[in-house]
């Protein structure tokens, strides 16, 4: 290596760890750091590696007042030499070691998340060549006994878990291949081996804690499908993995030993080291930091989500991309360099424009990884050193772009400066307010990936690391950028609980959009950087649905034990609303004051009613006979209309009648007068009556009166009561005001009928799918659309159609099919295209398990159900799906 | 302004309907057809007099979009090939019709839109009710999904009976009796008016502030309220009003009061006790009320009355029997002396609605109005009969 500089003796050195980070073989004392390829993390790497070098602590600052060898040098000969951290060092003979705190991060996570396969890294190589398997098990099994990391396992120890190297069993490579199949299918069986590998969970206990597949696509195309634990690998060692794998392998084939030098350095060696150098001296220094910048930080960004957030984590992801232009790419560069700072500070103060503008948040923190690989030995070590760390720069409309950059490239250096406090501490520091759904600290992140692309060219085969959907999201969204041949590529990972795939292309051609803007126009402010309409219609719908609604209930009796439950429950499907109460027993006063709290409101009514309330006297109950009763229906039936706007849903729930007043009337009697209300506004749309057999029928409850609370303020139901009442309502709301579902696609077989429709078979019809076919066809009747999805030919299923007389649905009643080969979801998206309707308005059956499982991961807003395996079951199941309730009330004539 | 119907099928008879619900209601000044033929016209390009249109109702069914290609034809055979041709024809149509209709949608008024029942002629002759019910649902569907578009439902429970009129459907294209045309139009026209006078159709329906329907139904309870003077005897019961009462209260919630403290009130105060009965039940002894004079005033220290007599006015009773009251002392006032809790804000709104804001923590309701401020208080004032007891002033008051 050629390090030409004149000068000092600490310019040299400098200059030598200029070309060692940049890969540089030639340094000037006077050239411009970020003009050959410097940027943040490098020049983190570089302040590390002079506190290394020459025991000084240069200041951040000293690299962006002038960013040259010269300057940089003249600031380090002015300090004095301080004490520099031990290097790492070899523990010998010891199989035990401790983790260091980025594995004790990944190994909790495993431990809270069980058995889900969520951190387990996907490394897709997509080779092309000779390639021999046993040849890659003997290379695979090779590269494995050169790094400790490879072999260990984890196990809890006294103080916590620590980890243990063993030689271990030999790594089996499975190997599969589907080079036979037709393209299309050869591609999907070829994913979902893929798929499968790097999802099964790894067993960090039993070890080892990687997985291999190879996959023959091809006469000369594999792929090669590795899934290893982000408790012993990170991004830098994918790089290692391909580059060692190649040389190996091409030394076994041509029958010679491998040429690699043994690795001095394991993983197990930095972590040892970690513990001992991170004492709690060190970690005070570098916490303070981090208190000082996250004090009072929101706990989260809120996102205009698509769909409600659910309190249940689920960590289903998808990945989106854009290429932005090279011309886009080479603009934001020389911004970047023209500002003085890096292209990952850019890129951050774009997405953080583009994030404050569509969440309309102006104080949140963004999330980053810093490598941490800046200790000398570490360059080529395999394992976890990845830090998470957090990035927080305030912003408001009213600041100009070039303001915001200068904020967002302070707070990167700063946070890089202080990446050595473990993430596990700085959050164990702040302490944040959080749920078990949440990421500590931040929901977004954004990743610059400026490694070198993992490609590899040895003598037998090509290969090259392919970006692969796991369907992982582990933050509600993660933008990583990485550079390409065609410019700059960002690839979006989101929660699909949360997102729209529609959604993320916006919001990833918006960003394309900000970063245009900003560059061109540095000195505009940020409010005058506007995001596309679709984008900005998207965020106010979700808005508008995050917004806390009341639910008004007037009760003839007391019921504000229902608030809890109901609360809760419309929490738990997504429905924000508060409950509020009417005064008791004022049911007619408000339903014909216009100026009631019930008539007022244009959100969701509820009106609870017992006719029983409405003669309150013990005598009155006494001499309660049908007539009066009868009255006073045609009164509430009255009543309802004056309140009746036509728009907003007025639920009237008739409630269980007490015993005593049973005594006097016959079930049928009462039975009787709510089935006179629920007549009177059958098929209207603003009014909808539950009756008091409905709820008892789909919620039995052994005990509901309550006859001490009763007494005590006419609480006259128990708390196991309230709870199946609350049901009920929150079912119905749903039903009312959220239940958007306008189609069925059904698989036919195990569903419309007993058997295959497959050739010569012959299918049943039996009472149970008569009962189901029935149903479905009330929802035609309630205005669904009904549409039939098969892995046979239509001939097939459309002769089952027509040689069983049995059948109730007919052909007619179809709106679309979609038969024959390819996989269920691409069924569902190709019905959905045909039908122009968005996949949040499909529900799906089936009665396969592993096939509404599959749809449940690639399209969580289409509604899966999986009908029972009996039909004998069916008609029990078929009370209990809350989306068919929409047929209940609104029985439409037009059939 | 008026407001445009576009129909594939002969829609004037709707117009008496929307007649008297928009154009004598003044909410549009008249009614705009489009002919049948020119639909897909009017929703792609705007007309002529397009600034005068205050938005569009479209009406649609989809058996007319068939009703070339099958008015002609021999009646049903299941030929599966006239079937796909009825199917691709409906496809098409439905595509068309939504583009077209969201094309009308963007220019930026409101359009209404109700597809209708494809249960007439051509329906039944070909026996197509099924597919076009299921492509009546596709197209609800998709109309759903556009911005700018009110969905109306076809309103089931107005049409118990056949609503069909196949005849002048074959002849004219005529698909509903008169009837139903009028119910459609009602309802239509309801809620359009709602939308374009921008509030609820409550307004439509002509419920007033003084809310007659209500002032109704509490002339219709016949509430009847009986004072009686307590004395010592009657300590349980003032005892329960005053612990218990949390809501309509003058004095917030007395829960820690002691029998020593009941006495000393009922030895230096008036002390009433509240019965009520309305026409649907006797509630029997509901609340209490305590006073004393000093000088020209009709002091009121205790006022309690139980939930669930309220809401019938009977506060509005009691406060009749205390003027009338006061007016037999020859007090020129009457003062209501209000301690806030946590849960009696409803008396406070009521001691604001008679008496005006506080002076000095106490609502003074001056005699010479008190009367016209009851009045005026009540929903329906007088809708109440009291009756006190003999020592008081022997005395009913309506």
């Known amino acids: ?895 | 302004m008026i407001l445009q119907i576009a129909s594939t099928f002969t829609a004037a008879p709707i117009s008496p309907s929307l007649e008297r619900t928009l154009v004598e209601t003044g909410v549009v000044d008249g009614l705009g057809f489009t002919a049948y033929a020119r639909v897909s016209e009017y929703m792609l390009t705007p007309p002529a007099d397009w600034g005068q249109i205050a938005g569009t109702l479209v009406l649609v069914r989809v058996e007319d979009w068939v009703r070339d290609l099958l008015k002609s034809a021999p009646r049903a055979t299941g030929a599966s090939a006239a079937r796909e041709e009825v199917r691709r024809t409906l496809r098409v149509s439905v595509d068309d019709f939504v583009n077209q209709l969201s094309s009308l949608a963007e220019r930026g008024k409101q359009v209404w839109f109700v597809a209708c029942p494809s249960t007439g002629w051509i329906s039944e002759r070909h026996k197509i009710g099924a597919l076009c019910r299921t492509y009546t649902n596709l197209l609800t569907a998709r109309v759903e999904e556009l911005s700018g578009v009110t969905t109306l439902p076809w309103p089931p429970a107005w049409f118990a009976e056949d609503w069909n009129d196949r005849g002048a459907d074959r002849l004219g294209q005529l698909p509903f009796t008169q009837e139903t045309f009028d119910r459609l139009g009602a309802f239509a026209g309801g809620q359009i008016a709602g939308t374009l006078r921008g509030g609820a159709s409550d307004l439509a329906c002509g419920v007033s502030e003084n809310s007659p329907a209500l002032a109704t139904y509490l002339e219709s309870l016949r509430v009847h309220v009986q004072l009686t003077t307590a004395d010592r005897s009657h300590r349980s019961q003032v005892d329960r009003f005053l612990r218990t009462a949390a809501a309509f209260t003058l004095m917030g919630e007395k829960r820690d009061i002691s029998e020593a403290e009941i006495d000393a009130l009922l030895e230096s105060e008036s002390c009433l006790l509240v019965n009520v009965s309305d026409r649907l039940s006797d509630h029997g002894p509901s609340g209490l009320v305590t006073f004393r004079q000093e000088g020209n005033s009709l002091v009121v220290r205790g006022m309690a009355l139980s939930c669930a007599v309220l809401g019938k006015q009977v506060e509005h009773a009691v406060l009749a029997a205390l003027i009338e009251i006061a007016a037999g002392r020859a007090c020129r006032q009457l003062e209501f002396q209000y301690r806030p809790s946590e849960r009696n804000q409803p008396m406070l709104g009521f001691l604001m609605a008679v008496a005006g804001n506080a002076t000095d923590e106490k609502y003074v309701l001056p005699l010479d109005v008190a009367e016209a401020r009851l009045n005026a208080a009540a929903v329906s004032a007088g809708a109440w009969t009291v009756e006190m007891a003999r020592d008081l002033e022997n005395s009913s008051v309506h």
């Open chain 1, 1 to 895: 290596m050629e390090v030409c500089t004149a000068g000092t003796a600490s310019e040299e050195i400098l200059a030598k760890i200029w070309s060692d980070v940049l890969r540089v073989r030639s340094i000037d004392s006077d050239v411009n750091f970020f003009d050959i390829g410097g940027d943040s993390l490098k020049a983190t790497e570089v302040i590390l590696r002079i506190r290394e070098t020459l025991q000084v602590d240069l200041p951040l600052m000293a690299f962006f007042e002038d960013p040259t060898v010269g300057h940089l040098a003249s600031v380090v000969d002015e300090l004095k030499p301080e004490t520099a951290p031990r290097a790492i060092h070899k523990v010998p003979g010891q199989i035990q070691f401790p983790l260091s705190y980025s594995q004790q991060v990944f190994w909790l996570l495993e431990q809270q998340n069980p058995g889900t396969g969520l951190y387990n890294t996907a490394r897709i190589f997509q080779i092309r060549g000779d390639v021999e398997p046993g040849l890659m098990e003997r290379s695979l099994n090779e590269l494995r006994r050169r790094h400790e990391i490879l072999r260990v396992r984890f196990i809890q120890g006294v103080d916590g878990p620590v980890q243990i190297v063993e030689a271990g069993s030999p790594l089996q490579l499975a190997v599969n291949d589907v080079s036979s199949l037709e393209d299309r299918a050869r591609d999907e069986t070829a994913r979902r081996l893929a798929l499968d590998t790097v999802r099964e969970p790894l067993d960090l206990v039993a070890g080892p804690p990687l997985r291999a597949r190879l996959i023959r696509v091809a006469a000369q195309e594999w792929l090669l499908c590795i899934a290893i634990h982000h408790a012993v690998s990170d991004g830098i060692s994918g790089s290692i993995f391909l580059d060692e794998l190649c040389t190996i392998y091409d030394a076994l084939q041509a029958g010679e030993p491998n040429p690699l030098p043994e690795v001095e350095l394991h993983f197990t060696d930095y972590a040892a080291w970690e513990r001992q150098w991170l004492t709690d001296t060190v970690l005070e220094q570098e916490l303070s930091h981090w208190h000082s910048v996250l004090q009072d930080a929101p706990t989260s960004l809120n996102l205009p989500s698509d769909f409600p957030r659910s309190s249940e984590p689920d960590r289903t992801g998808r990945l989106r991309s854009i290429t932005l232009p090279i011309g886009v790419f080479r603009d934001l560069r020389a911004f970047a360099q023209t500002n003085g700072t890096t292209q990952f500070a850019a890129l951050a103060a774009a997405f953080r424009i583009l994030l404050f503008h569509w969440s309309e948040q102006s104080d949140f923190v963004l999330g980053t990884i810093a490598s941490n690989r800046s200790r000398s030995g570490t360059e080529r070590m395999f394992g976890c050193f990845v830090n998470p760390l957090p990035l927080r720069n305030p912003l408001d409309a009213g600041q100009s772009v070039r303001e915001v950059l200068g904020r967002e490239t302070q707070c990167v250096m700063e946070a890089f400066a202080h990446a050595d406090a473990p993430f596990a501490k700085i959050v164990e520091a702040i302490n944040p307010e959080r749920t078990s759904n949440d990421n500590p600290l931040f929901n977004v992140a954004l990743l610059l990936q400026n490694f070198p692309a993992i490609a590899r060219k040895g003598r037998c085969f090509e290969a090259e690391h392919v970006n692969f959907d796991a369907q992982v999201g582990l933050l509600d969204l993660r933008f990583i950028a990485m550079e390409t041949g065609d410019g700059l590529q960002v690839t979006c990972e989101y929660k699909t609980r949360l997102f729209k795939d529609e959604t993320i292309d916006m919001l990833l051609d918006s960003y394309s959009h900000v970063l245009e803007a900003m560059t061109s126009d540095p000195d505009q402010r940020v409010a005058a950087i506007a995001l596309p309409d679709s984008l900005l219609q998207q965020a106010a719908t979700a808005s508008s649905r995050e917004q806390t609604r009341v639910a008004v209930i007037a009760g003839s009796f007391t019921a504000e034990p229902l608030e809890e439950p109901l609360s809760f429950l419309l929490n738990k499907i997504g429905m924000k609303y508060e409950v509020a109460f009417a005064p008791y027993h004022q049911v007619f006063q408000q339903l014909l004051d216009p100026a009631s709290l019930l008539r007022t409101s244009d959100q969701s009514k509820i009106v609870l009613a017992r006719f029983e309330d409405w003669l309150y006297s013990e005598s009155a109950l006494r001499s309660a006979h049908p007539e009066r009763l009868e009255q006073i229906a045609d009164e509430l039936i009255a009543a309802l209309r004056q309140a009746d706007n036509g728009t907003t849903p007025l639920i009237v729930c008739f409630c269980p009648a007490s015993s005593s007043i049973s005594k006097n009337l016959s079930c049928d009697e009462l039975r009787n007068l709510e089935f006179k209300v629920a007549g009177a506004f059958a098929g209207n749309s603003s009014v909808h009556v539950i009756r008091s057999e409905e709820i008892l029928d789909l919620y039995p409850v052994e005990k509901y009166e309550d006859e001490y609370a009763k007494r005590l303020g006419n609480v006259p139901y128990t708390t196991d009561f309230f709870s199946a009442l609350a049901t009920m309502l929150a079912r119905r709301m749903w039903n009312l005001l959220e239940n958007r579902y306008a189609a069925i696609a059904i698989d036919c077989d195990g569903v419309l009928w007993s058997g295959s429709c497959d050739a010569g078979q012959q299918v049943l019809v039996n009472e149970s799918h008569i009962a189901l076919q029935r149903a479905l066809l009330r929802q035609r009747d309630a205005g669904v659309l009904l549409c039939l999805c098969s892995k046979y030919n239509g001939q097939k299923v459309w002769a089952a159609f027509e040689s069983n007389r049995s059948m109730r649905l007919q052909r007619d009643d179809i709106i679309a099919t979609v038969m024959g080969s390819g996989t269920t979801p691409q069924k569902l998206a190709s019905l959905a295209d045909e039908l122009g309707l968005e996949l949040d308005r499909f529900m799906f059956l089936h009665a396969d398990p592993a096939e509404t499982s599959v749809v449940e991961a690639t399209y969580p807003e289409v509604l899966s159900l999986q009908v029972p395996a009996d039909a004998d079951e069916f008609p029990t199941w078929l009370k209990h799906v809350w989306a068919f309730d929409r047929a209940a009330g609104r029985r439409d004539p037009r059939t």
